[in-house]
Nanobody, 114 residues
Framework: QVQLVESGGGLVQAGGSLKLSCAAS????????MGWYRQAPGKQRELVAA???????NYADSVKGRFTISRDNAKNTVHLQMNSLKPEDTAVYYC????????WGQGTQVTVSS
């Protein structure tokens, strides 16, 4: 079992920044990849950024150059630095851990005002 605890969401003005954090615990050896997804009202959940076990990163085209995924292995934590935020970034952001199963954080609301 893997537990994910997210933090860092909130309200920010367009052009501002937020840093999301996801602290993982449990059977971490089973995890092959971690990433961030988001879901806006009325829309499907989409991949924002992912960090694979092999060290590769993947970003949605809409966030490239603005968002950065990083990890702190000593603290079993994954971060998502979000810069130059836009109103269309408004969504609930979910931390995901992928292995034999998918594990999800509780979600954290990010709201970007114009």
């Amino acid at each position: 079992q893997v537990q994910l605890v997210e933090s860092g969401g909130g309200l920010v003005q367009a052009g501002g920044s937020l840093k999301l954090s996801c602290a993982a615990s449990g059977r971490l050896f089973s995890i092959n990849a971690m990433g961030w997804y988001r879901q806006a009202p009325g829309k499907q959940r989409e991949l924002v950024a992912a960090f694979t076990r092999g060290g590769s990163t993947n970003y949605a085209d809409s966030v490239k150059g603005r968002f950065t995924i990083s990890r702190d292995n000593a603290k079993n934590t994954v971060h998502l630095q979000m810069n130059s935020l836009k109103p269309e970034d408004t969504a609930v952001y979910y931390c995901n851990a992928h292995g034999a199963y998918d594990y999800w954080g509780q979600g954290t609301q990010v709201t970007v005002s114009s």
